[in-house]
Structure formats: C-alpha cells, structure tokens
C-alpha cells in the first residue's frame, strides 16, 4: 500500500537546524496535524493555495509556515487577528487563516479576536481547543475542564479560585458579525470527517469574501493529557465535549453578500514591499532622489512632530515614498517626542530610523541621545543654546548651529522654532524637495488660520535668509 503525500503541505519540512525533514515536529496522536493536513487539502480542492495566506501563531503551531505550502506570516502570541486584519483589508482576494491554540486565541489574544469576530473581519480563524497550553508544559489554559489536572492546577482545575472554562464559540456567538462559528473535533474519523467539512466552509466563505467564519477543533495532546494517543482522543469524547458540545452554532454563508472590496486608496504594496511583484516604483513625477533618513526630536510641545508631519507630507505631493514614525512618552505635555522620516523614490520596507542622514533636535537630552547615531557625511542641526562639546559625533559629522528658538521668540511667537528650522533645513538643502513645495505645504498645514500661517511664513523666510547669509 502506498501512502499519498498531503497536498498543500510542503513535500520536504525545509526547517533551520540540521536536515529537511519529512516529518512534522508534532507529537504522536497530537490534533494539529491532523488539521494541518485537513486544512491543505481544502486549499488545493478549492484551488486558493496561491492566494493564501497562513498565519502562525505562538504554541505548538509556530512552526506552521514550515508546512504550509502558502504565503506565511507569523505573528506574536495573540495577534493573529490583528495582523490578519491588516492582511485581510489591504490585500484583496486574499484568503486569510488565523491558526491558534486555545492560549493563544482565548487568553492573550482573546480581546483581538473578539473585537475581529465583532468586525466581521474577512478572516477565517481555526481555533485548535487541546484545553491546554501544549508547547509550555501543559499550564491551565481559559478553556482546561474543572477538575483537570495541569502544571498549574495541580489539584485539578477548581471553579472558586480559576473560574470555569471558556466557552469561545458561544461567546462569539452572541456577537451579530460572524457568518460561521462550528464546533468539531479531530477524536476520531467520523469526527475528522465532519472537521473536513467545516474547514472547507470556512475557506469558501473567505473565497467568496463573505467575512468571518470561526471553526473550534476539540484536538487530542497525549503528552499533555498525559495518556496514550488513544487515551487522548477518549478524553475528547468523553470529556470534552460534555463541556463543549460539537454543533454548528451559525451557518449565514448562503443569506450574507459578498463585501465589496476595501478602496484602492489602501493598497498593500504601500506597506509589504516584499510581497509586491517588483521594488521599483513609478512615482508621479518620476523623481529619483537618494533615499534620505530624518530624525527629529525634542520636548513635547516644541512642534517636531508638526515638523516632521509637514516634511512628509510635502514629500507625499511631490509623488515621493514617505514614511513618518512618531514616538512620544506617555505625558499629555512635556516628555520628548521624536520622529523618523524617510523619503524616497523607491519602497520603504521599515519606517525605523536607527543611523539619520539628518538629525534636528531642539533640547540637549535629544542631542545626547540620537547624535552619536549620526553616521560620517550624516548632518545634526541643532538649536544653539544646546551645548554640544560633551557628547562626541563619528568623524566627518557637519555640526550646524542655528538659533530657531531664539528667532522664533524675536519674531513673537515663541512656538514656531519648529518652522525656523524648516526654514534653516530649506536653505541647507537637508531635504531633497523645492522650498516652493515647503512652503505651500506648510501654509496648508495651518488650515484657515491665516495670519497664523502669515507669520510663520515670515519666520521660515528669515530663517532662510540667516542661513543663506551665514554662507557668504
Ligand atoms: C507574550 C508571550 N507570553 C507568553 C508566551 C509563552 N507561551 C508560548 S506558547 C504559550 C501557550 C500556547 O498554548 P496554546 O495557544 O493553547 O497552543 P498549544 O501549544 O497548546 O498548541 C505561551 C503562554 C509567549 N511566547 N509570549
């Protein structure tokens, strides 16, 4: 008798470490791969395996991607339903599958996948209920049965002091988004059958684009269980499905539309260069500009970050690549902000600025901490009453000293040191747009506050003029 490969899985297990290998890292009679198997071979009968994409969570399964022959993603423990959201909306006709333990999806993850299954996100979520956590060593998981026995309930699970087992699918059955919500199981064949069924529906409900559909799968884990693999998958039967009954608790997939495609304004390629057919890209204006890394920083307050907000998006009209990574304390006032910008005509894979090309900063505890970043040819204009011999720069660092603070306080009003410094960066070429395109959007930036707008193009212009007179 020969045994047939799996379809949708990979044919050799390519893992980091020694060898390819041809099998999993599962346990013996352990529920996982068996889905694994199930959930391949409904992609390639549908013929969606091109168009998937798998996520693996934090559990046993986080070596999912090793096996499944799809686009893979994995993601920190609980976050499938974020990232598939993300996924879901800015990638059309993909298919998204969330794959999670009950560890996973019913305690770290569980407000995430309530608040996706209350969205009606386009996801469908394989919910692998073990009433454990596998890959730690068995701890009580939100979904252990009273009285069973775990690391952490050694005594068996008692309802006065751990609460009494989480019933997910009928919680997310209270909700009024998802389309589909079954319980079923991997205990045995009939059961296995019926598991082929759901998960091929939840996959038609993605393909169709229908929204969420939630398969709950009782799953056997002999090493946890502490029994054999037959064992196992009795404690499911008996056990188990006393406290979680097998049933389908909503089918609306043949009343519910198809939801229209999210508009194109949001389009993956903006975000995962990676997975775009090609880096290269056609900008409006067909620029070509080095790629230029920015950071600004000081108080709270200050204006970097309006400062920071005008370059983007001054970036943004001239049909450049942008990004803009805003970090601040928690303080409503005062604290430090920073900001990383990039421009460029190309992709931008991350929006982290670790080595800036230009450095702004307007307090001294900025400077301490991003100038020794600066890498040789970069540039730091800094406010001048910030003293700047203690902390030292790579060699060949331009130190430009410019009085924003002071200019924008002569010129009465006292915020806009932000907008001297644009102007400043303007007349020092920092940033590789027209002044023309600054200004503009500058000036927009204020909305109807005309006046406001009045003087602070005033400040940028003399901020400009100092700069260009310091030069001659
Ligand atoms: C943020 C974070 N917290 C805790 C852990 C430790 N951790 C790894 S897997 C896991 C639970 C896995 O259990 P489950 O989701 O039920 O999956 P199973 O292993 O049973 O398939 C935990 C708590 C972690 N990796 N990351």
């Known amino acids: 008798m020969s045994i047939l490969k799996t379809q949708g899985l990979y044919e050799l297990f390519t893992r980091k470490g020694p060898s390819n290998q041809r099998a999993t890292h599962y346990c013996a009679g352990c529920g996982h791969g068996i889905v694994h198997k199930l959930i391949g071979e409904a992609l390639v ?4 395996q091109e168009r998937t994409l798998f996520i693996s969570p934090v559990g046993c399964s986080v070596f999912c991607y090793y096996y499944m022959n799809a686009g893979n993603v994995q993601v920190a423990h609980g976050r499938a339903p974020a990232v598939g959201t993300g996924l879901a909306r800015t990638l059309n006709k993909k298919i998204v599958i969330s794959y999670q333990g009950d560890g996973d999806l019913a305690a770290i993850g569980f407000n995430a996948t309530f608040q ?6 386009n996801i469908a979520v394989f919910f692998i209920n073990n ?3 596998g890959m730690t060593g068995g701890q009580m998981a939100p979904t252990t049965l009273l009285g069973q026995k775990t690391a952490t309930s050694p005594y068996g699970r008692d309802p006065l002091t751990m609460g009494y087992p989480i019933h997910i699918s009928e919680v997310l059955n209270q909700l009024h988004a998802p389309v589909y919500i079954e319980r079923v199981s991997v205990a045995d064949t009939p059961r296995i059958m019926k598991t082929k069924k759901a998960i091929r529906k939840a996959l038609e409900i993605q393909r169709d684009s229908k929204g969420y559909a939630f398969v709950e799968i009782l799953s056997p884990c002999p090493t946890n269980f502490k029994g054999t693999t037959l064992e196992a ?16 608790l909503r089918d609306r997939s043949a009343e519910v539309q198809t939801k229209p495609e999210m508009p194109p304004r949001v389009q993956a390629h903006d975000f995962f260069p990676l997975i775009s057919d090609s880096n290269e890209v056609k900008t409006s204006n067909e620029s070509k500009v080095p790629t230029k890394h920015f950071k600004f920083s000081g108080f709270g307050g200050q204006g970097i970050l309006s400062l920071s907000h005008v370059i983007a998006q001054a970036a943004q009209t001239a049909g450049l690549h942008v990004s803009w990574l805003p970090t601040y304390g928690p303080e409503q006032r005062g604290g430090s902000a920073a900001c990383s910008v990039i421009i460029s005509s190309k992709h931008i894979g991350s929006p982290e600025v670790v080595s800036p090309n230009v450095l702004v900063v307007m307090n001294q505890p900025s400077y301490e901490r991003f100038a020794p970043a600066v890498p040789q040819n970069g540039v730091i204009l800094y406010d001048s009453h910030i003293p700047v011999d203690k902390v030292p720069v790579k060699e060949g660092v331009r130190l ?3 009085p924003a603070i002071e200019m924008a306080n002569q010129m009465g009003v006292p915020k806009a040191g932000n907008t001297a410094l644009l ?12 002044k ?3 200004l503009n959007t500058l000036e927009k930036s204020f909305k109807s506050k005309h006046a406001v707008a009045e003087k602070n193009r005033l400040i940028f212009d003399a901020a400009f003029r100092w700069i260009k007179d310091q030069a001659k």
């Open 423 to 434: 102007g400043a960066m303007a007349a020092l070429d920092l940033i590789p747009l027209s």
């Open 131 to 133: 009433g454990i956590y």
């Open 233 to 248: 998958a009795q404690f499911c039967i008996n056990e188990m499905e006393k406290e979680y009954p097998l049933s389908c």
């Open 436 to 438: 023309d395109i600054l």
């Open 116 to 121: 996706a299954a209350n969205r009606g996100e």
């Open 45 to 48: 009968e549908l013929g969606v």
């Open 400 to 402: 430009i000293s410019f």
